[in-house]
Structures are given as structure tokens and as C-alpha cells.
Nanobody, 119 residues
Framework: QVQVVESGGGLVQAGGSLRLSCAAS????????MAWYRQAPGKQRELAAR???????DYADSVKGRFTISRDNAKNTVYLQMNSLRPEDTGVYFC?????????????WGQGTQVTVSS
């Protein structure tokens, strides 16, 4: 069994910063890649950023230059540093871990953390 837990959301004014954390735990052999998705009210979930075990990163155009994803492989933890936040960044942020565990290769999602940016 694998658990994915996010933390770090909250309320911030436009132009401010937040740092999200996500840790995967359980019967894990290795974490292949980790990602942050977000879902704004009334919209579909979308990829914000992802990072592969080799360190390669990928960002949505809307967050490039403002968000930075990083990971600590020893802790199976991923971080999302969000700067210059905008009201349109508001939404629930979900962490995804693609994991090789005793159950095989599979995606595991966290429960989500709310980010609210006020104008």
C-alpha cells in the first residue's frame, strides 16, 4: 500500500508565494516520477509541473518562470515553490506519484491541498 500526502496550501495575496510539499510512503521500491496537478473551480484537472527521477522537469506554460518543482529522492518527497502567484492559480493542488511498489507500477494520488490567491 502506498500513501501520498500533500501539505502547504493556504490563502495568499496576489504576488505572494507558497511552497507545497508531497511525500509518498509505504511499500515503495522506487518513485519514477512525481507531479503536481491543479483543478480550478468548474474546470478540469491540469498538469502544473512534473519531475522525473533523473531530475528532468516539465512545466505548464501558465506557470513557467514562476513555479519551481524539486524533489528529494531519499525522502520520496516533491516540492512546488510557487512565486508571483495570481488569482488564476487558485484551485486544489494534487500530487501524483508514479511508483514501483510491491503492487507493481501504478499512479497514486494525494487528497489535494487548497490554494487560494486573493486579488
Amino acid at each position: 500500500q502506498v500513501q501520498v500526502v500533500e501539505s502547504g496550501g493556504g490563502l495568499v495575496q496576489a504576488g505572494g508565494s507558497l511552497r507545497l510539499s508531497c511525500a509518498a510512503s509505504g511499500s515503495i521500491f522506487s518513485v519514477k516520477h512525481m507531479a503536481w496537478y491543479r483543478q480550478a473551480p468548474g474546470k478540469q484537472r491540469e498538469l502544473a509541473a512534473r519531475i522525473f527521477s533523473e531530475g528532468y522537469t516539465d512545466y505548464a506554460d501558465s506557470v513557467k518562470g514562476r513555479f519551481t518543482i524539486s524533489r528529494d529522492n531519499a525522502k520520496n518527497t516533491v516540492y512546488l515553490q510557487m512565486n508571483s502567484l495570481r488569482p488564476e492559480d487558485t484551485g486544489v493542488y494534487f500530487c501524483l506519484a508514479y511508483v514501483w511498489s510491491s503492487g507493481g507500477l501504478s499512479d497514486y494520488w494525494g487528497q489535494g491541498t487548497q490554494v487560494t490567491v486573493s486579488s
